[in-house]
């Protein structure tokens, strides 16, 4: 999908829908600016006053806890005002739903919306459509993207890790149905690291997935060898259509993350998961809770990356709407 | 003439300002806090010549800044670093450049984000005038006067110097 529409025409970000397309530098601008925020999170007063005045609108199709939660806290630690709405998709078709949705969006005249989705592209659609101005972060879009999820792993890989080069990632578990394992290949491979591999059963692997720059392995022994970074992804059981798996008990025998294994990897691996957790399913309690998991990190760096990219992505509005004021002017 | 502003002096004149300015109000503990990033390199030059050895604070203002629909963000910020709670503490702010007055608003915005301060008192290595908020320096490196189209920027932070840049409106 092109992303092109996610930047201004001097090359800052004004949408945030997915990390395929933006260059290292950006990426590393979006990281730089998340730490700042992270010194925010360390204050007396968290709050910043940066979108004081903006109204922020969670648009959620598809349920979430951890994704909405981090966002709306992100928001308001922005001081911009925050509404949250749950949409259920069940009573009319997704494509229905949208546009009639987009119609109310415009009358509400918001300055950004959050949009979580289970139609892949929902977010570029709503991109396209939305009135100048208006920013766009995708939150999450059916099977296709998890940008700020993408980008909150790549920030704790740099925290833990210093830096990307020479790095070892493992990616493990439903590949096929994970949004989040496309953003993190393309992040980690623009932000060059040493060797993406991915490690599952075929049924849960993506055609063609080498062409995205990994290593494929069917073998969770084989994979974790000389691993510097495991991510661990969910058994996501609501996607799951058709016996892909034999059974949960099975899946855990083969590709779960258990101490036993995790003692191939490097010896100060860490391990990460974008929650949330299936204990004894694809990891371990102990490997969950242990001292190589870096998991409650992730959560927190979440409040910073989105507080980043939602002040970025207004900041490029703001750049782009006076451009065009200007042009016009002329 | 700008180019003939003695940066050294200027240096050494504020620190001697400043340690009376402190005799004087019976302030023995405070704290030094820049402005990135020409007020850190002031306050790291005020401080030697005062052979004070404290940690300062350093501010990065972006996210206070009062002209982010019109400017955007900062690409290039970076972490805050407060290394003491400003809490019932006197805090000495440095910048190198005074004039409109935004930035050490901003600047006194953020520092009160982490504690409440017991005073704050502002030095400046250059001040322009052209103030646009209730602002004043109470420890000031020189006064000076540039026109419209010329803009100032410290050079550092080693042999602290000033660019001065003349800018022509030619276009509208």
Redesign the interface.
Known sequence: MPSSIQLTSTG?LKHFLTVSGLSKDLLT?IL??A??????GE???R?????RGKTIVNLFFEASTRTRSTFELAAKRLSADVLNINISTSATSKGESLSDMLQNLEAMASDMFVVRHAQSGAAHFIANSVTPGVAIVNAGDGWHAHPTQAMLDMLTIRQKKGSFEGLKVAIIGDILHSRVARSQIRALNTLGVDEVRVIAPDTLLPKNLESLGVKVFNHLEQGLVDIDVVIMLRLQRERMQGALLPSEQEYYKLYGLTREKLKLAKADAIVMHPGPINRGVEIESEVADGNQSVILDQVTNGIAIRMAVM??AM??Q??QV?DDAMEQAR | MPNKLNIQSMISSMATALEKYLKQHGIKSFELVGIRTGGVWVAHAVQKHMNNTQTLGEL?I???RDD???V??N???????LPF?PEDKHIILFDDVLMSGRTVRAAM?EL????RPASITLAVLVDLGRRELPIYPTIVGSELTLTKNEHIKLVGPDNLHFDIQRIDQSTP
């Open positions: 800052r601008e730089d600016t730490d700042s925020f992270i010194e925010v204050r007396n007063i709050n910043v006053p940066l979108l002040s970025m900041s490029g703001s750049e006076n | 990065d972006s996210f206070y982010f629909t019109q955007g963000l690409p290039k910020v970076s972490p805050s670093k709670s915005n009160f984000d982490y504690g």
